[in-house]
């Protein structure tokens, strides 16, 4: 016996993505309604070898289905995951709205897929920001050894994450840069992204921060322990799919880089690639389309005691949204509805 699943979004990139994920990973559906709004309403989408036509969320009744997966923003998930919620559906969220709500659980499942349980206060569990979630899969197992009191993170973050209008506008401009009569009139970000790398991800806040900085400290904080501290600089790079991030990590105790490379590669959801050689590392072209967040260039930090780095990758349109999200909704069918 299966669920009866609903994907809200399920014409843009993430909601794609998840319809993909659904069907790849088998996922016991017995009854899927694909949702979008009204000016895309009609619009048919893949589900494995079936062909499926949106529906009006603005009309759609909740009531009777066991969980809706949503790909369509804060102000719209604003006002459509209370309804759903409250007609009995769970919500798993893909915005940024409930993430800091302390009745809501921010769930990445190989780190704190426990914390599922806490759904039933709202009936919603949110689904991190992508940056955080492929860092803290990383995290956790070296914090369970170790212990990590502090975090530094620089990210390298792909036009995706923007939607696809970002992604448009990145091919737009590598073009108009071989055409001298075409004008580059950034859109989507405030400076050209092609050829270019742009520090400037989410609006700006008082302390000089960006959100998507305080994002990463925040959630970091909620998914893994409130004492690790953490500092972030995110990065807007010219890449289509795949966020990279270079992290230095400090720990209270001393974690050899050997034993932190075994470790990595027996945690969960993680792929570790790390030769010291040429091209002995993962970069995000090579992890678009996969499911695991990749580990490269695991180093001892001889400049603090007890410092390691690495360089983390993977897909953002996977595990940074859509995969994150199924794999919520494994642990939610598994661990709480339990039909499949």
């Known amino acids: 016996m299966g669920y009866k699943v609903v994907v809200a979004g399920a014409t843009g990139n993430v909601g794609r993505e998840m319809l993909n994920i659904l069907a790849e990973r088998e996922f016991p559906v017995d009854e899927l309604a694909v949702l979008a709004s009204r000016r895309s309403l009609g619009t048919e989408v893949s589900f494995g070898d079936k062909t499926l036509t949106t529906q009006d ?4 009744d909740f009531s009777g289905w066991d969980m809706a997966l949503f790909a369509i923003g804060s102000d719209a998930t604003k006002k459509y995951a209370p309804i759903a919620a409250k007609a009995g559906c769970v919500v798993i969220d893909n915005s940024s709205l409930y993430r800091y709500d ?32 492929q860092m803290v899969v990383a995290l956790k197992p070296l914090h369970d050894r170790a212990k990590i009191k502090r975090v530094v993170v620089s990210t390298y973050q792909s036009v995706s994450g923007s939607g696809k209008e970002a ?44 959100k998507e900085e305080w994002k990463m400290v925040a959630e970091t904080k909620k998914i893994v322990d409130p004492s690790i501290k953490v ?3 995110c990065v807007r790079v010219p890449v289509f799919v795949g966020h990279s991030e270079a992290i230095n990590l400090e720990f209270e105790d001393f ?3 050997d034993e932190a490379r075994d470790i ?6 993680i792929m570790v690639i790390d030769k010291r050689e040429d091209g002995g590392y993962v970069t995000p072209k090579e992890c678009v389309g996969d499911f ?19 360089w983390c990758v ?7 949204a859509a995969l994150n999200a199924v794999q919520i909704a494994e642990v939610l069918g598994r661990e709480v509805l339990k039909k499949g």
């Open 102 to 133: 302390p009745d809501v659980p921010l769930i990445v499942p190989e780190v704190n897929a426990d914390a599922i349980h806490g759904y039933s206060k709202k009936n919603i569990i949110a689904n991190p920001n992508c940056s955080t979630a």
């Open 292 to 310: 695991a967040t990749f580990i490269s260039r695991i180093r001892q930090d001889s400049t603090v005691e007890n410092g390691l780095n690495l």
């Open 57 to 60: 969320i603005d009309t759609f």
């Open 231 to 233: 500092t972030a600089t």
């Open 264 to 269: 990595l590669r027996e945690a969960p959801g």
């Open 314 to 320: 993977s897909d953002n349109l996977r595990k940074g």
């Open 167 to 210: 992604m448009d506008e990145l091919w737009d401009q590598t073009k108009a840069v071989y055409n001298p009569t075409s004008e580059i009139k950034p859109k989507v970000y405030t400076k050209e992204i092609a050829f270019n790398v742009i520090p400037h991800i989410d609006v700006f806040l008082e302390d000089g921060s960006t």
């Open 255 to 257: 974690l050899d880089e």
